[in-house]
């Protein structure tokens, strides 16, 4: 039995759950750190002109390509080129969906213990709470839970209602602590060096990075766009939608920036401590605050929060796969894909000092990234894979698709367009892969 294809009831639900989808750890968490390891400014720079020179116009396809099939990414792909080698392009979205969830669920059940830890006032020692074994896995097995449940409810009911209510809050939020920092002492050299930029300290390490993060933090690259614009009616305006998307995801991004650096350097703490950095830094600056054990335990609700919205989206394109291609039972097959993520899952939760294995794993060269095997599968999926996606991708619907078809879908709802569709042509066809592929080239040293 095929199952009835969901839609978005509105037009704010839909750039909710987008936004929903973009927002989560990786602003929050990942942002700052990598920052932090890329030497600050500078990245900062590449990263701003990576979202608007190519996530953004690389947004476009992905949501046109999505809306004008009204199909999953290997759905979208195999409708306009049947049976083509092609499709793999759309199978390593569904792939690296998996790949992603199952560790940023890992880091998603920490936000969850720290709603706890910070409500209780007792933080305890970082590196002890994430070398405890049993603690680990629990959390990863409850937040792929929740995550599950949500999404066999489907896209309106489960993933819409309830982005619509808390992105807001969160914003607001965030913007507080980002006043609440500033007025910090010691906060000025913080700030300096978060956004005034060293150009000497760019490497091709620092731009892959910068890169990478752009389409991890836009949920670009696997196809996430693809499967919420098949949701999307045709009066929808695409470009408006996924500006609002790119311009919330990146202030919170840079807000999120605006909390840690100050607070980091009033704290007199190094900027580069990696994936713990926001863990040990945050509740520190909660603890010191008035108010702070409630505002720290809101704080990571809502980072769970905006987490869970992310994990939902990176469930929902293998799940949206299997349904359209398989015809599958939706309530059935979330289950057989949460099983998979969690058999996968398990190694990257016990990779911050459960397991001496996988905590030296190694397989990855470390001038890359570091040995514990959650930071192997987050350069390996999060970087690599997304960079890869989305080079297969913009030439799918720059050459073989046709820009001339993605700018008439794109130019409904949004006839402004017509005016642009050259440039975005141009760079669809051309700057995107080309930059991705330099990049790349770049970082294996061959270029
Ligand atoms: N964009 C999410 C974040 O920044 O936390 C992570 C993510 C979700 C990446 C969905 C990719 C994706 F398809």
Known sequence: MSAPRGQWNSKIGFIMAAAGSAIGLGNIWRFPYVVGENGGGAFVFFYIIFVILIGLPYMFAELSLGRATQKNPVGAINKIRPKSFWRLAGFLGVITGVGILSFYAVIAGWTVAYIYKMFTGNVGDFSAFVADPGGEVFLFVLFVLITTLIVQKG??????????????????????????????????????????????????????????????????????????????????????SSVSVAIFDTLIALFAGLIIFPA???????????????????????????????????????????????????????????????????????????????????PSALSQGANDFFTNFGLIPASYTGPDFLSQMSFLFGDIALAVGAISLSIFVGWVWGVDRASDEIEQGAPFFRKTRWLWSFIIRYVIPVVILLVLLNTVHIF
């Open 264 to 346: 980091l350097f009033a704290m007199g703490k190094d900027p580069a401590a990696g994936p713990a950095l926001v863990f040990v830094i945050l509740p520190e600056m909660f603890l010191e605050m008035p108010g702070g054990l409630i505002v720290g335990s809101l704080f990571f609700v809502l980072l769970s929060v905006a987490a869970l919205t992310s994990t939902i989206s990176l469930l929902e394109v293998p799940v949206s796969y299997m349904i359209d291609d398989h015809k599958v039972d939706r309530k059935k097959i979330v289950w057989g894909v949460a099983g998979f993520t969690l058999l996968l899952g398990i």
């Open 155 to 240: 896209v309106s009911e489960g993933i819409e209602k309830w982005s619509k209510i808390l992105m807001p809050i969160f914003f607001i939020l965030l913007l507080s602590l980002v006043v609440y920092s500033l007025t910090l002492d010691g906060a000025s050299k913080g700030l300096e060096f978060y956004l005034k930029p060293d150009f000497s300290k760019i490497t091709g390490r620092t731009l892959l990075a910068a890169l990478g993060q752009a389409f991890f933090s836009l949920s670009l690259g696997m196809g996430t766009m693809i499967t919420y614009g098949s949701y999307l009616s045709k009066n929808d305006n695409l470009i408006t």
